[in-house]
């Protein structure tokens, strides 16, 4: 098994950009796509980055996913921050057996 | 629009089972894998199980592996997870997720196991 590590917290003030990191401790980080859920207080997840840099439709383009092979890991960047994109947000991945989530990051709009 | 209504949660003694359902609607829900995934309160997402289309697949998280049973009835659209052998640290809100390019989910049913 892998694991997915994420920072606990990010703030950011509105208008600014922020980047969340996923890093995968074992096996490349382009071996298995990998996908970005926010999850709002009280709601269930929803997905804003899915195969690593793709936007459901509906999803603005503020939410931009990219993976970075030198240090085996994911980030999930959103631009023009608004106090709607305070939430919790998740990575995930998986391999052939498993599929994993990242422990989660708490984004505040300051 | 397509939507993953979750029940069957409630209140369960440790040791005890309970059967959770998902059904589908507005997709043709054959075609799709699926997932169950759960949030124990005040934590972050843990999945735990994963079935293909025509049950070809079945994959399980450790934690849940011999306890839980995933399985589908297409012609019902549903989805289901046979929860036995219960135990506290299986408390949690679960949620099915259907994958197409990506994962939709449900609102998701919450499992008490408690004495």
């Known amino acids: 098994n892998f694991i997915l590590t994420q920072p606990h917290s990010v703030s950011g003030s509105p208008g600014k950009t922020v980047t969340i990191s996923c890093t995968r401790s074992?096996?490349?980080?382009?071996?298995?796509?990998v996908q970005w859920y926010q999850q709002r207080p009280g709601s269930s997840p929803t997905t804003v980055i899915y195969?690593?840099?793709?936007?459901p439709s509906g999803v603005p383009d503020r939410f931009s996913g990219s993976i970075d092979t030198s240090s085996n890991s994911a980030s999930l960047t959103i631009s023009g921050l608004t106090a709607e994109d305070e939430a919790d947000y998740y990575c995930?991945?998986?391999?052939?057996?498993?599929?994993?989530f990242g422990g989660g990051t708490r984004l505040t709009v300051l | 629009e397509a939507q993953l209504v979750e029940s069957g949660g409630g209140l369960v003694q440790p040791g005890g089972s309970l059967r959770l359902s998902c059904v589908a609607s507005g997709v043709t829900f054959s075609h799709y894998s699926m997932n169950w995934v759960r949030q124990a309160p005040g934590k972050g997402l843990q999945w735990v199980s994963y079935i293909g289309s025509g049950s070809s697949v079945k994959l399980y998280a450790d934690s849940v592996k011999g306890r839980f049973t995933v399985s589908r009835d297409d012609a019902q659209n549903s989805l289901f997870l046979q929860m036995n052998s219960l135990r506290v640290e299986d408390t949690a809100v679960y949620y099915c997720?259907?994958?197409?390019?990506?994962?939709?989910w449900g609102q998701g049913t919450l499992v008490t196991v408690s004495s």
């Open positions: 995930q991945s998986y391999d052939s057996r498993n599929h994993e």
């Open positions: 074992s096996g490349s980080i382009a071996s298995n796509y």
């Open positions: 195969e690593d840099k793709q936007r």
């Open positions: 997720a259907r994958v197409n390019s990506f994962w939709s």
